[in-house]
């Protein structure tokens, strides 16, 4: 039978895999003629059992080093991947989950199993095991236990929620999924691989309402000019899939901002990690706000050189704010941005006074007994996208 040692902990959190079945018999195979028999298959069974154990019924199992697997896959209802149970030898369980692949991916769950093994990383999932079933004439990767695939837990958690939050700024779950799978990919990468495959949302799954990622199955070109676009194509891949599958509103300007960023120029991909996880979509009411004076601190201070926010103003880029008095909609303010408005002098034609202004209501909006969260909806309804276009030239 094939031998494989039990994981050195439980703990779902270090993801520590066992030891693969006979590295010899891998490193031998041949990943171009990979075929279902050059995966190891139980010899107590000739096939991995599609059944569901019955108290009639006395279990065959399959020994993986302490762990024992009865070869029964439980199908998950409405999904393709099945559940089941390894036991090891003092009777502790440990649930798992099994990926299927075609046979002709023969070659992609070679990759996916080795590339997965290697990776240390709290939102990606490492592999126990790999196996041929033919009853489904698939290949089987054994994971972690997980509790469904994101495509699925989406529609769920939309059912009570809502992506975007009652002020318009995503909700706190999705900045946090976001982030943590940004720095995920980052980490994959520094690590000499690649997904490939991170615009399919079945390459995503969900443990306790945490997004993980599955199924890595590339590696790095040795080239330096090769790998940087294929990091690139990596990002843009997980780029598509939040755009089809999780922020999907095209009107949702703050949406559309931190998704363009993503086309930064390769030149500049050392820091679109960065930039992203700072980006003003990730940010709270009060954090966005801050931003406004902390641009315009910036532009009086004489030490910096705000060179393209500079550029920018001079070749009228900002003119769809001052167009007409950036404060011709000054009746529509409410409380407290009036009383801050009406205790200055502003020039309505110029941006700069607007960002005065701004600074201003960061500054002093607790002298009036605001509410910061209402403060920055308003700012956002009378001037649409102005902080992402200030920053963006910043």
């Known amino acids: 039978m094939p031998k494989l040692s039990r994981p050195k902990s439980f703990n779902r959190n270090k ?11 891998l490193e031998k195979t041949d990943k171009t003629q990979i075929s279902p028999e050059s995966v190891p298959a139980p010899e107590a069974s000739p096939a991995v059992a599609l059944v569901t154990e019955t108290p009639e019924e006395k279990p065959q199992s399959t020994d993986f080093g302490d762990f024992s697997w009865d070869h029964k896959l439980h199908p998950v209802s409405g999904s393709s991947y099945f559940n089941a149970t390894l036991t090891n030898k003092n009777g ?26 290697t990776i240390y990383d709290e939102r990606v999932i490492r592999p126990y095991f790999i196996i041929y079933c033919k009853d489904i004439s698939k290949y089987i990767i054994c994971y972690d236990r997980f509790d469904c695939y994101l495509k699925d837990w989406l529609p769920k ?46 390459n995503y799954v969900v443990i306790d309402e945490n997004w993980y990622i599955i199924n890595v199955s590339g590696t790095l070109d040795k080239s330096y000019s090769k790998w940087k676009s294929e990091i690139l194509s990596d990002f ?27 086309d930064m120029p390769i030149t500049y991909l050392h820091r679109l990690v960065p930039i992203l996880l700072d980006h003003v979509f990730t940010k709270s009411s009060r954090e966005r706000l801050r931003m406004f004076s902390e641009i315009r601190h910036g532009w009086m201070d004489p030490s910096r050189k705000c060179n393209m926010l500079s550029t920018a103003i001079s070749k009228g880029y900002f003119e769809c704010y ?21 205790y200055q002098n502003y020039k309505g034609e110029n941006i700069l006074s607007l960002l005065k202004f701004l600074r201003n209501v960061y500054e002093h909006y607790n002298e009036h007994k605001g509410n910061v969260v209402d403060i920055e909806k ?5 001037w649409p996208g102005l902080l992402e276009k200030l920053l963006h030239y910043y």
């Not at 502790?92 to 093994?117: H, L, M, Q, R, W």
């Not at 950036?326 to 801050?340: F, N, P, T």
């Open 157 to 202: 958690w939309l059912g009570s929620n809502c992506v975007k939050d009652l002020n318009g700024l995503p909700h706190m779950v999705i900045k946090t999924e976001i982030s943590k799978l940004l720095k995920s990919v980052s980490n994959i990468h520094k690590t000499g691989l690649l997904h490939l495959s991170l615009s399919d949302i079945s």
């Open 322 to 342: 001052t167009k007409g008095g950036w404060d011709k909609d000054k009746d529509q303010m409410g409380v407290v941005l009036s009383r801050i408005y009406n």
């Open 236 to 262: 843009h891949g997980f780029r598509d899939m939040l755009k089809d599958n999780v922020l999907t509103d095209t009107s949702w300007q703050e949406r559309n901002d931190f998704l363009n960023t993503f």
């Open 15 to 25: 993801r520590v895999a066992p030891e693969d079945f006979p590295e010899e018999k």
């Open 92 to 117: 502790k369980t440990k649930d798992v989950s099994f990926v299927p692949f075609d046979e002709a991916e023969g070659n992609k769950i070679f990759d996916t199993y080795t590339c997965n093994k």
């Open 378 to 382: 308003e700012v956002r309804q009378l």
